[in-house]
């Protein structure tokens, strides 16, 4: 096969979403390093977490609309060279306050990239679904060496170098961004911003019941998501008592296994319907926690791990869920409107899980993550069995 350009427009895409991915990602690892040296508990760090968390979240709808009206080379090269510079103001934090800024600006230039890539992409390929397919991979790669590289780093030379990795990553890559990849014209160079940030049209689809018990099973699903990835290396080392190492590649696994499994899972809720899927994946992400809560050993936290690896892809039956009860008009707007509300609600899992650890020990906090999974689970069969048309 000859390399084309839309090879290297997709690798560096890939690349990019790699980049900004590892600078967040390379945090939760070197958690407990970080309270011990600004001396605070786990519900402060988790506010920080939270807020940047929430503003990745937030800033995933306007970067698609930014990126129309300054092009989306423009808007990747913002969020990878952004990344870059949060990554090492992070590293040099003189005190907490800054560390925190840092934070929330890293996660809204990470934010920036994915909507922009995405519209990248459809301006290369025909094939949008495996071009997409590909450039998630980037994810997926972040978490396999993120925490392996950011625990190992950290107990070398401590956490400072280690959340500096980031920048280490994605520097050359905004290098080779700039280099590699061409300019393009913006859809709408001139349409004032403020035109396309009215949301009223929009926000009527989550009044439709279908959608809203949807955002409401996403929220849910978010929330534990967001808690388990902020925390699980540190529950792994003040819960059961293992290395930083080990955490950090029990942490890696964990991403390495889902994106193994998510095809297969997609795939499950084409066949068998969306509500069973997410069933499932409920219930065997509470299984995987109680796993983790409750047994001593390998049995434990290997259990625990592949259970929650697949129980947590939930994403990929839910979030055809929605596009099942849109029009074709709505798609477009209507997805990225609910897939920033439920990251948003999702992105407090982070502060509350690290409360509940202060508070009442990592047992009852990660005990409150099943309740809520089980919650889930049981809204799906009510639904079901009453057929409420939810």
Avoid at 7 to 32: D, E, G, K, N
Avoid at 131 to 155: E, K
Avoid at 200 to 208: A, D, M
Avoid at 307 to 336: C, H, K, Q, Y
Wanted: glycine share 10%; net charge neutral.
């Amino acid at each position: 096969m000859t390399w084309q350009y839309k090879h290297t427009v997709l690798t560096l895409c890939t690349f990019a979403f790699f980049a900004t991915m590892v600078a967040r990602l390379a945090i939760s690892p070197v958690v407990p390093a970080i309270t011990d040296d600004f001396q605070i508990g786990n519900t402060v760090i988790g506010i920080a977490l939270t807020g940047m968390w929430l503003s990745y979240a937030i800033m995933q709808f306007p970067s698609g609309i930014l990126a129309d009206r300054f092009g989306e080379r423009s808007i990747i090269l913002v969020s990878v060279g952004g990344t870059t510079v949060m990554s090492i103001l992070l590293a040099l934090s003189p005190v907490y306050a800054v560390f925190v800024l840092a934070m929330v600006v890293l996660g809204a230039v990470a934010g920036l990239h994915y909507s922009a890539a995405t519209t990248l992409l459809s301006r290369t390929y025909d094939n949008l679904g495996f071009a997409i397919g590909v450039h998630t991979i980037g994810s997926s790669a972040a978490g396999l060496v993120a925490p392996i590289a950011a625990a190992w780093i950290s107990i070398q030379y401590g956490w400072r170098p280690a959340v500096a990795f980031g920048s280490i990553v994605a520097a050359p890559i905004f290098a080779l961004f700039v280099w590699r990849i061409h300019p393009v014209d913006p859809h709408r160079p001139e349409q004032p911003l403020r035109q396309r940030f009215q949301l009223e049209e929009v926000t009527n689809i989550l009044s439709k019941p279908e959608i809203a018990f949807t955002v409401a099973i996403a929220s849910v699903g978010a929330f534990v998501w967001q808690g388990t990835a902020s925390f699980l290396p540190t529950f792994l080392v003040e819960h059961r008592g293992q290395s930083a190492t080990l955490s950090g590649i029990v942490f890696s696994a964990y991403f390495v296994i889902q994106s193994i499994v998510k095809p297969g899972i997609g795939a499950v809720s084409d066949r068998f319907g969306r509500d069973v899927t997410t069933f499932g994946c409920m219930v065997t992400s509470a299984a995987g926690l109680g796993l983790f809560v409750t047994v001593r050993g390998v049995l434990g936290i290997a259990g625990g791990l592949v259970l929650i690896g697949n129980g947590l892809s939930w994403a990929v039956a839910v979030e055809p869920r929605f596009m099942d009860n849109m029009t074709n008009e709505e798609r477009g707007a209507g997805f990225g409107l609910v897939r920033t509300v439920y990251l948003v609600v999702g992105s407090f899992g982070s502060v509350v899980v690290g409360l509940f650890a202060d508070i009442y020990g990592w047992g009852t906090s990660f005990g409150m993550l099943i309740v809520l999974l089980l919650l889930v689970a049981i809204a799906l069969t009510v639904n079901w069995l009453l057929d409420l048309g939810y």
